[in-house]
């Protein structure tokens, strides 16, 4: 990461944390909302539904909250500086997506007082050279020796499960929970939901777009997206526009009320907006990528933190900056 992106765009407490080790501690950095990536470009554009999918409970919005870097050395681990490429999304419900997962990824994880192997509730792979993800065996014979019994999804690029099934089976490794695969073309953009399988029979969906990137093999970038809140209610103003009991909760569900003197409360005067949707862009190990920059500056997408950062990556890549 820090090999391909310049540093005088973050903001400063995060570059010197980037610039400090990463080897002790990954530092958790709270998503600036000023980067409400809003991606209504992709609500229309949501192809598939299968990446994890719920099948019971209840399914709701998930929230951005943190982002830990793991390892941020590029192909070669440093000892007590720097390890090979990794890092993780967290949510506010404490799910944890990790995407990329170099050798050494989990000593990373338990390094972490934040971070919890048991909360890795979806792993993204961005493409395969060993860097990326020699530290899947290793890390998902763990999860199964702490007694993971839920199904992870695992996405990347066409490969990854040949490559995954391979070591498990050539090493004799027992895994007591399925690994449910979705494998993506890496040289193809890609719109899907993920949902991560929360405790209580509850999940949490985020909606990805992957984005081919531009290097020696099929690599993918990853956009994870925030789906739309459910709306607040105003109850003090609902309560002294005369709504009581079960009409509060139409209200909340978007529905009109008549009132018994038959007047109307419009369910739009009485919830408030939801908040902003806000989006995390994971782009390495590439060259310019049209697809990428075109997702990232269309129309509907704000020129926020997120467009500056990737035109940076390009700015970088092309002058070969070293921050
Ligand atoms: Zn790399
Ligand atoms: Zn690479």
């Known amino acids: 990461l820090q090999k391909h992106l310049c540093l005088k765009c973050f903001a400063p407490e995060t570059r010197r944390k980037m610039a400090a080790s990463d080897h002790l501690e990954p530092f958790d950095d709270p998503i600036d909302s000023s980067a409400d990536a809003v991606c209504a470009a992709v609500a229309g554009r949501v192809h598939l539904r299968e990446v994890g999918e719920a099948k019971?409970?209840?399914?709701?919005?998930?929230?951005?909250?943190?982002?830990?870097f793991l390892g941020t050395s590029s192909a070669k681990p440093q000892p007590g500086k720097r390890n090979t490429s990794s890092l993780v999304v967290t949510t506010h419900q404490g799910s944890c997506i990790m995407v990329d997962c170099g050798e050494g990824t989990q000593h990373q994880m338990m390094k972490s007082?934040?971070?919890?192997?048991?909360?890795?509730?979806a792993i993204f792979v961005t493409h395969l050279h060993g860097d990326h993800c020699f530290g899947l065996p290793g890390l998902l014979c763990t999860l199964s020796l702490d007694g993971r019994t839920a199904p992870l999804p695992l996405v990347g690029p066409i490969g990854v499960k040949e490559m995954v099934e391979t070591v498990l089976r050539l090493s004799g490794a027992y895994v007591g929970y399925s690994i449910v695969f979705h494998e993506l073309d890496g040289t193809q953009a890609h719109d899907f939901t993920v949902d991560l399988q929360i405790e209580n029979n509850k999940a949490e969906?985020?909606?990805?777009?992957?984005?081919?990137?531009s290097h020696g093999i099929p690599t993918l970038g990853y956009f994870i997206c925030e789906l739309t809140q459910e709306s607040k209610l105003d109850s003090s103003k609902a309560m002294a526009l005369g709504v009581?009991?079960?009409?509060?909760?139409?209200?909340?569900?978007?529905?009109d009320v008549v009132l018994p003197d038959g007047t109307t409360v419009r369910?739009?005067?009485?919830?408030?907006?939801?908040?902003?949707?806000?989006?995390?862009?994971?782009?390495w190990d590439t060259m310019r990528s049209e697809e990428a920059e075109a997702y990232l500056l269309s129309s509907s997408f704000p020129c926020g933190e997120l467009a500056r950062l990737v035109q940076c990556l390009w700015c970088c890549r092309n002058t070969d900056v070293e921050p």
Do not use: N
């Not at 409970?57 to 830990?68: Q, Y």
């Not at 007082?113 to 509730?121: D, F, Q, Y």
């Open 244 to 255: 009581r009991g079960p009409d509060l909760g139409r209200l909340k569900r978007r529905e």
């Open 267 to 283: 369910s739009e005067d009485v919830l408030h907006d939801p908040p902003p949707r806000r989006a995390v862009g994971l782009l």
């Open 205 to 213: 969906r985020l909606l990805v777009h992957a984005s081919p990137l």
């Open 113 to 121: 007082s934040t971070l919890k192997m048991t909360k890795i509730r």
């Open 56 to 68: 019971t409970g209840r399914v709701f919005p998930a929230v951005l909250s943190s982002i830990s």
